[in-house]
């Protein structure tokens, strides 16, 4: 017998959200507190923050630093405030599709009240908007980001006082955020910063980082070098990838948190090393896993899967058809066929792309499969992380 619940049209209960919203919008003003309650939680919150490109930073090698502005303008007159590891969505359409990534925020905290966000950007090959965004995004130039978002941050109730933070490459980005609150006096712990980079030349943010360490004790900063030779590392600079032991050498003699951030084949090598020094699971975070790059990269991937699959969408506007390759998540398909869907970490973290399966087989890689047991009893997955085994009906909520 099926479960009553699965015989439920979900569809049928996404009209009352609006109703709700305008029932809290239009409610008593007599209630005390109500005017302040929504103002703080607009400027907490806002669903769109409407921005413009103040500076242009290159930073090298395929990689440029955006300062974003308000842009009143457009109805955006100050910053949401945010923690130090949290990450902007920017949305763009590119060609026609409506297209979402999610970029850590590398600025500090406090600049934000003065009206500062300032982002980094690493341009993949094939990647839509990165390529966008090189080629577009000038000073001057406007930009529409989410509210501040994630919870790569540091809470003091979990999280160890020394925080060992191991960053690769454009991973540094938060970590520069968490160097700046600890300066400014924002965040209380000593953080033990591992960046790797593959040699000395692509060494980001390295003035500024450098600059945090002499101003503070609290930061420590230690460059890795995974490519150079050994007679071309400077003095106080490690070669070679970060590993249980480089970490056991600059960790304190009692408790510490480890923070990662960095690509896929920086978090499958240090599962491994992660597991040699018998740390507690609360005192490992992760950031975001980042977008999948193909199915293809996974070494479990299923086997026999078809290398074109149709999606057949359906939405409070109506049915949609996309058709795509397998070796794209389901998010990046509808996308690439200018289907708008809602989306915000694109790593199964967030939940806002939280769709229904009614129809084929999907896979998740288990590095990313964030869904409780329940949405997965009951066919509910994310998109963003979600690859197609087969044709697919599915719905999915109006961005």
Known sequence: MASPIKKLDFRAFMPLRKERVERFQNGDPEISGTDSARAIAKALHPKRQYLKIAQVIDRGEDCKSFVLAPDPDRGTSELAYFAAGQYLTVFENVNGAELTRAYSISSAPKASLVGIYEITVRKVEGGLLS????????????????????????????????????????????????????????????????????????????????????GTDRVKVVHVLSDAKPEDVPEGMEQGFITAELIKKYAPEGPYSVFLCGSQQMYAFMDTELQKLGLARKYIRRELFGEPHGAASFPDRPAGVPAQVTIRVSTLGGEREARGSSDDTVLQILEKNGVAAP???????CGFCHSRLLKGEVWVPPALERRRLADQQFGCFHPCCSFPLTDLVIEIPEP
Not at 148 to 175: C, E, K, N
Not at 343 to 349: D, T
């Open 343 to 349: 989306a915000r970490c694109r790593s199964g973290e």
């Open 131 to 214: 390529q966008y965004i090189f080629e577009n995004w000038q000073t001057g130039a406007p930009v529409t980001v989410s509210a501040p978002a994630g919870t790569f941050t540091y809470q003091p109730l979990r999280d160890a006082p020394t925080v060992i933070g191991l960053a690769g490459g454009s991973g540094i980005t938060p970590f520069m955020s968490l160097a700046n609150a600890i300066a400014d006096g924002d965040e209380d712990l000593d953080l033990v910063l591992l960046s790797g980079s593959r040699d000395e030349a692509n060494i980001l943010f390295r003035e500024e980082l450098d600059a945090i360490a002499a």
